[in-house]
């Protein structure tokens, strides 16, 4: 599986969230203060890009601007309707001061 460096960490703001494309796959990176949460950035509702949504830092959400429906950042769920079915999940960490995303070829 292979490792992609995204961004220096400082590139990112605490609260938001950043689309990137590695390997064929949309990305929705969001930083909450020090930690880095990377999920599919295509809603599972609508053919919509959630990085464009707004982050809830207390509950860890990502929610689509388009119908609403509320993601978790640390699994993937839909959380509120109208998505029913998950996002991808990415195993994401910081390695000196870099944003380094896994991504499996088999999602």
């Not at 959400?61 to 640390?74: A, P, R, V």
Request: contains cysteine; glycine residues 6%.
């Amino acid at each position: 599986m292979p490792k992609v460096t995204l961004c220096p960490l400082d590139e990112l703001r605490s609260g938001e969230a950043r689309r990137f494309e590695v390997a064929g796959h949309r990305i929705a990176v969001v930083r909450i203060d020090d930690d880095v949460y990377a999920i599919g950035d295509t809603c599972s509702h609508q053919n919509i890009s959630l990085s464009e949504g707004e982050v809830d830092v207390e509950e860890r959400t990502l929610e689509c601007w388009k119908h609403g429906s509320t993601f978790s950042l640390e699994t993937g769920e839909a959380l509120v309707l109208p998505a029913t079915r998950p996002v991808p999940v990415y195993d994401v960490r910081v390695d000196d001061g870099q944003v380094v995303v896994v991504v499996d070829d088999d999602r």
